[in-house]
């Protein structure tokens, strides 16, 4: 199904400028720096990139925030982040159409991501009265042992487009308590979003009397994340992205020693086990893969079957690839909307022709749609591919709703097939037998930084920290103790005796 319909790039422009101005932002035209929408695949506003003047500046002037921040008491800092979370809510559906106009996703997706944006507020809220540090025993008599959790400094976030905002959200709201200042660069494919984020930010800032300078925002290509990768002022480099941008990132971070977190492409794998209930396992397998347009890192790219119910699995499947409706974002039935470019359709297809060439059997779906309405956008029907081995096409991440099937007959076979990939995000079994539930996800089971029983591979919660291993990068993000990341430890040693007791029984003087 295709809805026909789309908006007029028109449509999209007023529609965008509408939600800007609701939030308070003038959007500042006269650049060359394009927002763009890829439900036409055209472009919204011209606007302007951040210099290298803009850059050092902001660098300098998030320097001298942090100083008087890292004092200011945490509850305190959370008071900022509970009045970004209001301001949120009460422009979830402003952002939400920010986020389908530029991002592509369908309105319950794009709302589902302000609304995570909403929950790490929360989270971060809570948090800022909970940086706990531990007390350990001394090992010397009148001696104490703390650790205590100190701010970090200037945290550079580098997004990528596929999560324009919540992203954005899990490192500033926890950087933002953890008493660091945040410099923001977006995805270039993002702007608009991001500018609302940063004026919401703002605002409460203003609100609540928190220096306005402990977040800025760059508008700008990869240069200008570059730029924050290189200086030593920028304590912490969060970046997003591809695994391609995180082997150049991290690098060039550690080469400076400063601290990285990555979290960077993945490769996720899904078990459908015989005694899987196939009707959970269907509906977790077709919003994993085809959701997002397949468009999220945790997306469902492997499936590995049970060889006995691998027939019956590809039917239903076939049957619901072919019934997915695609098209305007914006119409409440859609559930796949556009590729984010055509490059990426083009890498889609690429992928497509590697893997047939090797083997692999097309099943359903892969036709570009709406071609003719709008040949600057990308609609793709997801497409559902069997192979008989795990070839280097299948190995890599294509950002592109390809979900390749393949079979097993053991249990073992099936983790070792799971885990002979580069990446290492989100993984998951659909089973009702807990052995092998238990078996998938102990120390010999997924590799991932994310696994999962009985539901798909994406969709996580805030509350958790989200990362993953291998070439997904080592990072932890949001919630459980991710916060460290964004703070520095020091171990204390208080000595209340009168005599000097040296460590490990050393005699001295
Ligand atoms: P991308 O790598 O093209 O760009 C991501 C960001 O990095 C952009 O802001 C870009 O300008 C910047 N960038 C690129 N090269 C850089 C460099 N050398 N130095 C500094 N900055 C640089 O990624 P994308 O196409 O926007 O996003 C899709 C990718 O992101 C997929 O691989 C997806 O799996 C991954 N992703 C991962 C997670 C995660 O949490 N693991 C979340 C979302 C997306």
Same mark, same amino acid.
């Given at each position: ?125 809570? $948090? ?72 919401? $930010? ?142 990426? $359709? ?37 497409? $559902? ?125």
């Amino acid at each position: 199904m295709t809805s026909t319909t789309l908006p007029t790039t028109d449509d999209l422009r007023a529609r965008a400028r509408t939600a800007l101005d609701h939030i308070g932002v003038a959007v500042p035209e006269g650049g060359d720096f394009q927002a763009r929408t890829p439900i036409t695949g055209e472009n919204l506003f011209a606007l302007t990139a951040a210099s290298e003047t803009d850059t050092e500046e902001a660098i300098a002037a998030s320097h001298t925030a942090f100083l008087t921040w890292r004092t200011t008491p945490a509850p305190r800092r959370g008071e900022l982040v509970r009045r970004l979370g209001e301001l949120l809510r009460e422009h979830k559906s402003d952002l939400a159409d920010l986020v389908t106009i530029e991002a592509g996703k369908i309105r319950s997706e794009a709302l589902g991501e302000i609304q995570e944006m909403i929950d790490i507020c929360d989270f971060a809220v809570g $948090l800022s009265r909970q940086l706990y540090g531990r007390t350990i025993a001394s090992e010397r008599p009148g001696h104490r042992l703390a650790e205590t959790w100190h701010p970090l400094g200037v945290v550079g976030v580098i997004s990528a487009f596929n999560f324009p905002a919540a992203v954005w959200s899990w490192n500033t709201a926890v950087a933002l308590v953890c008493g660091d200042a945040v410099i923001w660069k977006p995805s270039e494919l993002t702007p608009l979003i991001s500018l609302a984020c940063d004026r919401l $930010l703002a605002r409460a800032a203003d609100e609540v009397g928190s220096p306005g300078e402990v977040h800025r925002l760059l508008l700008g290509d990869r240069t200008v994340g570059e730029k924050l990768v290189d200086d030593p002022r920028v304590a912490l480099v969060s970046a997003t992205g591809s695994t391609r941008m995180g082997r150049e990132v991290g690098p060039r971070v550690a080469a400076r020693f400063g601290r990285s977190l990555l979290e960077l492409g993945g490769n996720n794998a899904t078990i459908v086990a015989p005694s899987a209930d196939l009707d959970l396992a269907i509906q977790g397998i077709v919003f994993a893969a085809a959701g997002t347009a397949g468009q999220r890192c945790t997306t469902l790219r492997r499936l590995i079957v049970h060889r006995d119910i691998a027939d019956a699995v590809v039917e239903r499947l076939t049957a619901a690839y072919q019934k997915l409706p695609i098209g305007d974002p914006f119409d409440e039935t859609t559930l796949v909307g556009p590729l984010i470019t055509t490059t990426a $359709l083009d890498a889609m297809n690429d992928a497509l022709a590697r893997v047939q060439a090797q083997g692999g059997k097309v099943l359903a779906g892969g036709n570009r749609r709406l071609t003719e309405a709008v040949p600057s956008a990308a609609y793709t029907e997801p497409v $559902l591919v069997r192979v008989d081995e795990q070839t280097d096409v299948v190995r890599e991440e294509t950002f592109a709703p390809i979900l390749y099937v393949l079979t097993y007959d053991t249990l073992d076979e099936a983790i070792a097939l799971h885990n002979d990939v580069p990446q290492g995000l989100s993984s998951s079994i659909f089973t009702r037998d807990q052995q092998e539930a238990e078996i998938f996800l102990s120390a010999a089971g997924s590799d991932c930084g994310i696994a999962n029983v009985n539901i798909g591979t994406s969709g996580a919660e805030i509350g958790g920290a989200f990362g993953g291993e291998k070439d997904t990068g080592g990072g932890r993000e949001s919630g459980s103790d991710a916060w460290k990341s964004y703070m520095r430890s020091a171990t204390n040693t208080i000595n209340y005796f009168t005599e000097l007791a040296l460590a490990q029984e050393v005699s001295f003087l």
